[in-house]
């Protein structure tokens, strides 16, 4: 469990990274809190050359309000956004989410940047990004450009990022007055990473839901917005018995993963489920 050998470098700042970044190429890989990497290289799934250590540059750790929006940086941790009044406030998914990632250790070093680069299907910020409608903003040789959660997750372990990109930072539109949040997970028991996530924003008016945004994680390749459980929801009255019924076509026309832990079937039914959940929890807190 030893990584080939590597050179550590230390930038001050992000422009100094991504000179790194072009400097070595192919050979380098950007270096956040090392909880996904780390772990790869230890088992040679990955041997960069070179390590680009960019979780001390300061202005990559901001959380703030930029105009509607929040704005937090790539190398916040999920210890940082848990504990962000701003965030639990604006952008409660992300607090949310945060606050069940694995465990202190975890969430004390692992960044956002970093969960979100790594694209893993079973982390929980994806969910929460799509979800909340969030962007993500990126600085790479060809200058800045944003991305929508929704075109950033492309399949397993894949994202929209480009060679030689950094993730700088995710920015969310404050959640609207009426509408409540909430993300819930079946965690596996041994990793806690999610066998199923569900992310739900629920507009509410009158006890009905106005609009939702719905998000998964965990049961397929990447993260998804289910535009069909979303429209189920419109109208619904909000509560335990209409939700149950609205929610029995989650995740219709997805092909779901498989694992020895949960087949298909499994995780079609904790969709249902934890559709429910989140649905019911996120209408309670609008
Ligand atoms: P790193 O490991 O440093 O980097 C990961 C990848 O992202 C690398 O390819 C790196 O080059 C790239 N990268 C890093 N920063 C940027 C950037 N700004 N721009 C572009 N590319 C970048 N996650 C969950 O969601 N839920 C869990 O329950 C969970 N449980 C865990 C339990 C354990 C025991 C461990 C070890 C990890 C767990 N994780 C979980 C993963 C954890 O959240 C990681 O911290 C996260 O996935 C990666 O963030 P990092 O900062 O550690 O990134």
């Known amino acids: 469990m030893i990584p080939s050998s590597f050179e550590y470098h230390r930038p001050a700042s ?34 960069p050359e070179h390590l680009v250590d960019i979780g001390h540059i300061d202005d990559l750790r901001q959380i703030r309000q930029d105009g509607d929006d929040v704005s937090i940086g790539a190398a916040a941790t999920h210890h940082d956004i848990e504990s962000s009044d701003l965030v639990a406030s604006s952008a409660p998914l992300l607090a949310q ?17 970093g969960s979100l680069a790594h694209a893993d299907p079973a982390a929980d910020y994806p969910a929460a990004m799509l979800a909340s409608d ?19 997750f492309v399949e397993l372990f894949a994202t929209a990022l480009e060679p ?12 609207a007055a009426g509408t409540g949040t909430a993300y819930l ?3 596996h028991p041994a990793s806690r990473f999610a066998v199923c996530g569900c992310a739900a924003a629920i507009t509410v ?21 289910d535009a069909g459980l979303e429209s189920a929801l419109a109208g619904v009255s ?19 993963l498989e694992d020895s832990f949960a087949g298909e079937d499994f995780r079609r039914q904790l969709a ?12 309670a807190n609008a």
């Open 205 to 225: 008016s009158d006890g009905k839901c106005l609009s939702a945004r719905i998000a998964f994680n965990g049961i397929a390749s990447t993260a998804f917005r």
């Open 134 to 152: 969030g962007t993500v903003e990126v600085l790479g040789p060809d200058g800045a450009r944003s991305i929508a959660a929704a075109d950033f």
């Open 238 to 256: 909000l509560d335990e018995d209409s939700v149950r019924t609205a929610v029995s076509g989650a995740a219709a026309g997805q092909e779901l």
């Open 272 to 283: 249902r489920v934890y559709a429910r959940r989140a649905v019911l929890a996120a209408a």
């Open 164 to 175: 030689g990109e950094i993730i700088t930072a995710l920015r969310v539109p404050a959640v």
């Open 185 to 187: 997970k079946f965690p």
């Open 14 to 47: 992000v422009n100094e990274a991504l000179s790194l970044l072009q400097e070595y190429g192919d050979d380098a890989s950007l270096l956040a809190g090392g909880h996904s990497l780390l772990p790869a290289m230890k088992l040679r799934l990955s041997t």
């Open 97 to 113: 989410s945060a606050s069940v990632i694995g465990d202190v250790q975890v969430r004390n070093a692992g960044t956002i940047g």
